[in-house]
C-alpha cells in the first residue's frame, strides 16, 4: 500500500507514499479510503492529517495510469475526495513542497489546509490538455475567488503558497507555517477535533462582482490565445458552471468535460510530450547517480552568431563568462551584440536594469587562449570549417586543466574527428546549440565514440540549469534535427518540381500547425546555407537526387530575406513574403525542362510527404541508435524544428495516424514516377511496427 497509516495521540495521520511525487494511483487512493475508514472507526482518533512523503503533498493524479483500467479502478479519485469530505471526523491537509492537480483537488476535500511556505501550487492539468477533474474546477473558485482560479486553471501556471495565502479574502489555506508543517497541521487537527460542523469547500459560494462579464471576457480571450487546443476554453466552461450551477451539477460538466478531453488527440500528444521530455534526460547506459563535474566557469570560442547567444545561456544562469576571439573588431562586435540583446530585455520589462548589470559583470573576453587555463567547460563556435576547428581544438588541448570539458557546437562536422585532434577524447563532446542560441530550448548533446559517460551527465545537467531541452544524438550527418530536415526539404522541392507552388506548400504544412513553411523558413534563414551544403552532398552523395529548384533560385542571387528575394519577394526591411512572378516563371521553365505537366496536389497529399519525409528519416535514426528512443526525435522537433505542439512530434503523430497507414501512403507516392521511389521505401523499422500493428512508442 503507498499511502501509511500511524496514530500521534488523538491524531491520526495519513501518509501519502508513492515515490516519486505522491501521485494518486490506485494503491495510494486505496491507502487514503482505508486510512479514512481505520479512523473514522477508532473512537481514540479525534481528527485526521493527510500529508505526504519525501518530496511532494502530492504532484495529483497518477499520470502513468491515465489510459489503463487502473485510472478508473475503484476507489477512483472523486470516490478518494468524497470519502475525506466526508468524514465524521475532520480532516487536515498537511501541504508542503508541492501540490498539484489530483493533489490539490484532494487537499481541497479536506475540512481544512496547513501549508508551508514555499509550497508550489497549481492546477497543471490544462498543459496535460486536460482538466482538473476531481473537483479542481469547482472547489478553487470557491476558495480564491473567479479570477485568480480561472487564471491558475486556464494557464496551469504555478503560484507559491504564501502568494496564495496573501489574497485578500482566500480561503485556501488556514495556515501557513515556516517550520515543520506536519507537527503544526497535527497541532492545528488536535484544536479543531471538536469543532462542528466541520467545514467544505462546496458549501461555499463563488465570488464576483460581475461573474457573467468576467467570463465572456475570458471566453474571448481564452480563445484567441489556444487556438489548436480544446482544453483552455474548456476550463472556463467548467468554471462557469461553479458559478452557475449547484455544487453537484457543476462536478458533472466537469466530469463530462473531463473526459471528453481525455480522448482527444491534443491531450494524448501533450501527455506525450510530458514523459518524452523527462525521457529525453535519461541517457539508458549512463545511470542517474553519475557524478558529475563542476562548472563554475565556461569559455566561449568565437562571439559571432552562436558564441553570444551560447554566452548568454550561462550568464542568465549566473555562470561566469570568458569569450575569446582571433581579433579585437570581432570581441567588440560580439560584445556589444550581447549588451544589446540585454537592453532590449530591459526596454520590453522582460529583465531589470540591475539583472542587466550583474549578468554582464559576469562576462569577460580575450584575444588569448591562456586565458582558459580555469575554464571548467570551454564551447567552440567558430566558422564551420574543419581546420578552423582543428586549430582551436589543438589549442584547447594545450591550455584547458585536465577534466576540462571541450565542448563544439559544430552543425554538420564529425565530433569523432574534432575529438581526435586533442589528447582527451573522452573529453569532447558536442553541444549543439540552435539560433538563437539564448532562445531556442533544443540543446542537441553529441555524444561521440569516446565521450565519458560523466561528460554526457554533466553536460545534461548544465543543459537543465539553462534550462534546454536536452537530446543526446549519436554522430551522423546533421545529427538528429538537420538529418532529417533535409529529407523534408527534398520532398518540398519534389512538390515544386510535381506543380505545387512554394506558398501552396507553406500555406498547407501551416496549416497542419508548423509555425513556417520550408519556404518561408528558407528565406528567412538565408537559401545560401543549403546550397552550400547541397554542393558538399553532389560530390559526397553522387546518387542522392534532389530538386534543382533551390539550386536555380540561388543561381538567380535570390537568398532570401537578405537579399529581399527569395522563394517570394520581399520589401527591403520588411518581413512579409509576397508571391513571386520570377519564381513562378522559373518553376515552370523547370518543369517544361524536365517533361513534367504540373498537376494540382492536394494540401493533404503536402502534409503527408512533409511530415512523413521526417518520420521515415527518424526511423532510421532510431534504428541506428543515432537516438535511443522515438520520443527523443519528437522532442528535437517540438523543440526545435517549430512542429506543432498539438500533434505531439512526428513520431507521436505517425502513432496516432496508424503506422499500417504512414506506410501504405509512403508505398503510393514511391509510384509516382516525378518522385524519388527510393525514398519512399519504408526505413527497416518501420515497417516492422507496422506488419505487427505497433507505434513508436
Ligand atoms: N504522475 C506520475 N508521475 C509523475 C507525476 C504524476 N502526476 N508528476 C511527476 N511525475 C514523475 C515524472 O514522470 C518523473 O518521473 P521519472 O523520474 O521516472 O522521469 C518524476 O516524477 C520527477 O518529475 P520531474 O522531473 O518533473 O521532477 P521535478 O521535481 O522537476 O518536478 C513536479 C516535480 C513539479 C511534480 C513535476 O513533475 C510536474 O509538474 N508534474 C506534473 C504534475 C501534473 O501535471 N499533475 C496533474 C496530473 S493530472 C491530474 O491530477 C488529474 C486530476 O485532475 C483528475
Ligand atoms: P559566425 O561566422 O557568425 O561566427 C564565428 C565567429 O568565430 C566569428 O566571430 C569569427 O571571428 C570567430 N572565429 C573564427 N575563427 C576563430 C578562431 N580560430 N578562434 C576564435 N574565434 C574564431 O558563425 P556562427 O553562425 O556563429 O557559427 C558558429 C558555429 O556554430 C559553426 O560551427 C556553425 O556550424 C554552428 N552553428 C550555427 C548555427 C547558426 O544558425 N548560425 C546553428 C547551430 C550551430
Excluded at 522582460?350 to 588569448?368: C, H, N, P, Y
Excluded at 565519458?452 to 534546454?468: F, H, P, Q, S, Y
Excluded at 504544412?509 to 513553411?517: L, Y
Amino acid at each position: 500500500m503507498s499511502a501509511t497509516y500511524e496514530t500521534r495521540g488523538p491524531v491520526a495521520v495519513i501518509t501519502l507514499n508513492n515515490p516519486p511525487v505522491n501521485g494518486l494511483g490506485l494503491s495510494t487512493r486505496k491507502g487514503i479510503t482505508e486510512g479514512i475508514e481505520r479512523a473514522s472507526n477508532d473512537p481514540a482518533v479525534k481528527a485526521i492529517v493527510i500529508t505526504g512523503a519525501g518530496k511532494a503533498f502530492s504532484g495529483g493524479a497518477d499520470i502513468r495510469e491515465f489510459g489503463s483500467p487502473l485510472a478508473s479502478a475503484s476507489p477512483d479519485l472523486l470516490s478518494v475526495i468524497a470519502a475525506v469530505e466526508g468524514s465524521d471526523k475532520p480532516v487536515v491537509a498537511a501541504i508542503h513542497s508541492v501540490v498539484m492537480g489530483g493533489g490539490l483537488e484532494l487537499a481541497l476535500g479536506c475540512h481544512y489546509r496547513v501549508a508551508a511556505a514555499g509550497t508550489q501550487v497549481a492546477l497543471p492539468e490544462v498543459k496535460l490538455g486536460l482538466l482538473p477533474g476531481a473537483g479542481g474546477t469547482q472547489r478553487l473558485p470557491r476558495v480564491l475567488g473567479l479570477e485568480t482560479a480561472l487564471n491558475l486553471i486556464v494557464t496551469g501556471d504555478t503560484a507559491k503558497s504564501e502568494q496564495l495565502a496573501a489574497q485578500p479574502g482566500q480561503k485556501l489555506f488556514d495556515k501557513l507555517v515556516d517550520g515543520d508543517v506536519l507537527d503544526a497541521a497535527i497541532a492545528f487537527a488536535s484544536d479543531v477535533a471538536d469543532r462542528r460542523p466541520l467545514p467544505r469547500v462546496r458549501d461555499l459560494k463563488v465570488s464576483h462582482p460581475e461573474p457573467d462579464a468576467y467570463l465572456q471576457f475570458a471566453r474571448n480571450t481564452v480563445g484567441a490565445m489556444s487556438k489548436n487546443f480544446p482544453a483552455p476554453l474548456q476550463c472556463v466552461e467548467a468554471v462557469a458552471a461553479a458559478v452557475n450551477k449547484p455544487f453537484d451539477a457543476g462536478m458533472k460538466v466537469e466530469g463530462e468535460i473531463f473526459a471528453a478531453l481525455m480522448q482527444t488527440p491534443e491531450s494524448r500528444a501533450q501527455r506525450h510530450m510530458f514523459f518524452a521530455e523527462r525521457a529525453a534526460s535519461k541517457i539508458p547506459d549512463v545511470p542517474a547517480d553519475t557524478p558529475v563535474r563542476a562548472i563554475a566557469k565556461v569559455g566561449v570560442i568565437g562571439a559571432g552568431t552562436m558564441g553570444g547567444g551560447i554566452a548568454m545561456n550561462f550568464l542568465n544562469a549566473g555562470i561566469p563568462v570568458i569569450i575569446l576571439e582571433t581579433k579585437q573588431e570581432a570581441l567588440d562586435r560580439g560584445l556589444a551584440t550581447v549588451r544589446k540583446n540585454y537592453e532590449a530585455q530591459v526596454k520590453k520589462g522582460k529583465l531589470a536594469q540591475d539583472k542587466l548589470d550583474q549578468r554582464l559583470a559576469l562576462l569577460t573576453s580575450t584575444l588569448a587562449y591562456d586565458d582558459l587555463k580555469d575554464v571548467d567547460l570551454v564551447i567552440e563556435a567558430v566558422f564551420e570549417d574543419i581546420n578552423v576547428k582543428e586549430t582551436v581544438f589543438k589549442a584547447l588541448d594545450e591550455v584547458c586543466k585536465p577534466g576540462a570539458i571541450l565542448a563544439s557546437n559544430t552543425s554538420t562536422l564529425d565530433v569523432d574527428k574534432i575529438a581526435a585532434f586533442t589528447k582527451r577524447p573522452q573529453d569532447v563532446v558536442g553541444m549543439h546549440f540552435f539560433s538563437p542560441a539564448n532562445v531556442m530550448k533544443l540543446l542537441e548533446v553529441v555524444r561521440g565514440a569516446k565521450t565519458a559517460k560523466d561528460v554526457l551527465a554533466t553536460v545534461m545537467a548544465l543543459g537543465k540549469k539553462i534550462r534546454k531541452t536536452c537530446v543526446v544524438s549519436g554522430v551522423c550527418d546533421g545529427f538528429i534535427g538537420n538529418r532529417m530536415i533535409e529529407q523534408y526539404s527534398r520532398q518540398a522541392g519534389f512538390l515544386l518540381d510535381e506543380g505545387a507552388s512554394p506558398q501552396q506548400v507553406d500555406k498547407a504544412i501551416e496549416k497542419f500547425g508548423f509555425a513556417m513553411g520550408p519556404f518561408r523558413m528558407g528565406d528567412l534563414a538565408g537559401n545560401d546555407i543549403g546550397w552550400y551544403i547541397r554542393k558538399r552532398r553532389y560530390i559526397e552523395q553522387p546518387d542522392m537526387r534532389y530538386s534543382k529548384t533551390a539550386d536555380l533560385l540561388c543561381e538567380l542571387g535570390r537568398f532570401g530575406q537578405k537579399t529581399s528575394a527569395g522563394w517570394y519577394d520581399y520589401v527591403p526591411g520588411k518581413r512579409d513574403a509576397n508571391p513571386s512572378p520570377v519564381v513562378a516563371e522559373m518553376l515552370e521553365k523547370h518543369r517544361a525542362a524536365l517533361g513534367i505537366t504540373p498537376r494540382r496536389i492536394s494540401d493533404e497529399e503536402i502534409v503527408q510527404r512533409l511530415v512523413y519525409a521526417l518520420v521515415n528519416e527518424g526511423a532510421k535514426i532510431v534504428e541506428e541508435g543515432i537516438a535511443s528512443k522515438a520520443s527523443d526525435i519528437d522532442m528535437v522537433y517540438l523543440t526545435g524544428y517549430g512542429f506543432p505542439l498539438h500533434r505531439g512530434g512526428p513520431m507521436c503523430y505517425a502513432d496516432t495516424q496508424g503506422l499500417f497507414n504512414v506506410v501504405a501512403s509512403m508505398k503510393k507516392f514511391a509510384k509516382n514516377p516525378a518522385d524519388d521511389a527510393a525514398f519512399w521505401q519504408p526505413a527497416p523499422l518501420l515497417a516492422k511496427l507496422a506488419a505487427e500493428g505497433k507505434t513508436f512508442s
